[in-house]
Each structure stands twice: as C-alpha cells, then as structure tokens.
C-alpha cells in the first residue's frame, strides 16, 4: 500500500443552504435582450437564487484564477458576484446537496470528473472564449530523474490513457473505494493497456520515489494507479498531497520525483512560467479535458453572459 502524507490544502466550510426563490412572487417575465446577454430582471433572479456567489474550489487554482481574473471582469460581473474559494471536495458536495433538492448552483467545473456521470449538467456557454479550449494533463518530472531512475522514469514517459480510463476510476473512487485498491481495480481491469506503460521496464528492488499531487478527484485517481503501476515493478512510493504550487516547487526543487496532473495549457500556464527551467515535461498522458461554469441542467440558463445584471 501506498505510505501517503496529508499535505495542507485549504478546506473552506461552505454553508449549503441555498435560497431558491421558487415562489410566484419571485417568477419574472423573461424578454429577450439585445446580443444575447440576459435582461436585469432574469438576471436579478438568477443571482438571487445562489446568493451571486459562484461556488469555487482552491485558491491558487488556475480555474480560479481565470474565473476571478479574468471571466468576472470581461463580462461585467466583479462588482454583483463572488467565487467562493473552497476545495474540490467542498464543491462537490455543495453540488451534490444541491443536486439531490433541486435547488439552484453555479459551480466553477471541469472534466473529466465524476459529477458529469453522477448528475445532468452543463457548461454554460462562455461567447469570449475566456475558459479556452480543451486542455491536456501532462506528466511533469524532476531534472535527473531519467538518470536516477531509468526504469520509473520510462513508465512515466509512457503513461497515457482515455477520459473514460480515469472516469472508470473517479467512480470507483466516489462510490466508496479506496483510491489505492480502486487503481488496482483498474489495472486489473486493464491490464492490456497497463503493459504499454511498462513496456522496456525492467523490476527494481525497492527504490523509493515520490509522487506529488493536487486534491482534484481526477488527480487523484491517475496519481494512485500510476503509484499502483510503479510499485507492481518494485518501486517504493509515496503519494504526497499538496497544494497547486506546492506541487510544482516540489517537483521543480526535487522534493518531489513527479506529479501526473498538470493541467495545461490554461489552469497552471502560470506555475508553468515560473519554473519552467526547472523541470522536464513528458508530455500530455490525457487529452479532452474541458473548463468552465457549470450548473444542472434544470436551471434555465445557458450562457455566463446570462449572469450579467445590466
């Protein structure tokens, strides 16, 4: 089994009882408006029903930061609305909470992620691009890890798979099983596809190497199976949890060997900037990943410009 280190993530409380505003008193005409955006009374109503708070995950996280940055301010929604900063796992259960009463939630999103199979959602339409297209995880090494360990470095290197292989596991995961037996379950399951990642490596005896990683259940998932595959050729590894750029100074100073969730080119373009000499990129392992604000499909709204209070 895996020797795990709980690392410091912010974890904020998030009070879940959201208001929402289903009385006739509160139902307003809609009327359409100019270029698509929402008239004020929809708008009003809209905001109304989630507090204007759009529910975040950690601070420091490039989703945050775009939403903060960038999509409040360009579409005219800094001075009405407020990212609540939480963590992954914070967001997730508000969604649920709401979910399972029908009530009214924006949530900053991404996929892939276990919600997306759990509930009927949807990204709402982003007209300025601001989220960007698809994203890729890349795997991120330490300098000097190909020659201090040829053999892990060369699984990491070919470590690739599908939106669906790391969805198998999130749901493992998020229906009760322990991450580390969940990406036995995988490997088990997969083994075919397992054996590309460990072709040309040979068995080590006991080597230790540490992999870093994020709180997000996706990140989660790929470090425990690549973790999982690491040590089925005899390596001893420890997963640390820490912070967005924790993760990338460790990696960069060499405190940490690796960590398989990078988001990139958008979420952590900045870490990326800051220590790009420092490290070695081995690529995409996972391609079709998506950004954005995210709320059930019940909700009658479509676009962030419908968030626009005129």
Same mark, same amino acid.
């Given at each position: 089994?895996?020797?795990?280190?709980?690392?410091?993530?912010?974890?904020?409380?998030?009070?879940?009882?959201?208001?929402?505003?289903?009385?006739?008193?509160?139902?307003?005409?809609?009327?359409?408006?100019?270029?698509?955006?929402?008239?004020?009374?929809?708008?009003?109503?809209?905001?109304?029903?989630?507090?204007?708070?759009?529910?975040?995950?950690?601070?420091?996280?490039?989703?945050?930061?775009?939403?903060?940055?960038?999509?409040?301010?360009?579409?005219?929604?800094?001075?009405?609305?407020?990212?609540?900063?939480?963590?992954?796992?914070?967001?997730?259960?508000?969604?649920?909470?709401?979910?399972? !009463? @029908?009530?009214?939630?924006? /949530?900053?999103? $991404?996929?892939?992620?276990?919600?997306?199979? +759990?509930? &009927?959602?949807?990204? %709402?339409?982003?007209?300025?691009?601001?989220?960007?297209?698809?994203?890729?995880?890349?795997?991120?090494?330490?300098?000097?890890?190909?020659?201090?360990?040829?053999?892990?470095?060369?699984?990491?290197?070919?470590?690739?798979?599908?939106?669906?292989?790391?969805?198998?596991?999130?749901?493992?995961?998020?229906?009760?099983?322990?991450?580390?037996?969940?990406?036995?379950?995988?490997? !088990? @399951?997969?083994?075919?596809? /397992?054996?590309? $990642?460990?072709?040309?490596?040979?068995?080590? +005896?006991? &080597?230790?190497?540490? %992999?870093?990683?994020?709180?997000?259940?996706?990140?989660?998932?790929?470090?425990?199976?690549?973790?999982?595959?690491?040590?089925?050729?005899?390596?001893?590894?420890?997963?640390?949890?820490?912070?967005?750029?924790?993760?990338?100074?460790?990696?960069?100073?060499?405190?940490?060997?690796?960590?398989?969730?990078?988001?990139?080119?958008?979420?952590?373009?900045?870490?990326?900037?800051?220590? @790009?000499?420092?490290?070695?990129?081995?690529?995409?392992?996972?391609?079709?990943?998506?950004?954005?604000?995210?709320?059930?499909?019940?909700?009658?709204?479509?676009?962030?410009?419908?968030?626009?209070?005129?």
């Amino acid at each position: 089994m895996f020797k795990k280190l709980l690392g410091f993530t912010t974890a904020s409380v998030l009070a879940l009882g959201l208001a929402a505003c289903g009385s006739e008193d509160a139902t307003t005409e809609e009327t359409p408006a100019e270029n698509g955006a929402a008239t004020e009374e929809t708008s009003a109503h809209i905001g109304e029903q989630v507090d204007f708070e759009i529910i975040g995950i950690d601070p420091g996280a490039g989703l945050m930061n775009i939403t903060i940055n960038d999509v409040l301010p360009e579409y005219g929604l800094e001075d009405d609305w407020t990212v609540v900063e939480s963590s992954g796992a914070a967001m997730a259960a508000a969604l649920s909470s709401a979910y399972e !009463n @029908e009530e009214p939630i924006i /949530v900053t999103g $991404w996929s892939p992620h276990w919600k997306f199979s +759990d509930f &009927d959602l949807k990204y %709402l339409e982003d007209p300025l691009n601001l989220y960007g297209g698809a994203e890729d995880v890349h795997t991120i090494a330490r300098l000097g890890l190909e020659d201090d360990h040829p053999n892990a470095y060369a699984v990491l290197n070919q470590f690739q798979w599908e939106p669906e292989h790391i969805e198998y596991v999130m749901a493992l995961i998020n229906e009760g099983t322990d991450p580390a037996e969940a990406a036995e379950q995988f490997a !088990n @399951e997969y083994a075919d596809l /397992v054996a590309t $990642w460990t072709d040309g490596v040979d068995s080590v +005896d006991g &080597d230790e190497l540490t %992999l870093l990683y994020v709180a997000w259940d996706d990140v989660i998932a790929g470090t425990n199976v690549v973790g999982s595959v690491l040590e089925s050729v005899g390596y001893d590894v420890e997963l640390t949890q820490v912070d967005a750029g924790p993760m990338w100074a460790g990696v960069a100073t060499g405190s940490g060997d690796a960590t398989v969730g990078a988001w990139l080119p958008t979420t952590h373009a900045d870490y990326y900037a800051q220590y @790009e000499d420092d490290f070695e990129d081995l690529g995409s392992n996972l391609h079709g990943t998506a950004l954005g604000l995210v709320v059930p499909t019940y909700m009658d709204i479509d676009s962030i410009e419908d968030l626009v209070v005129e």
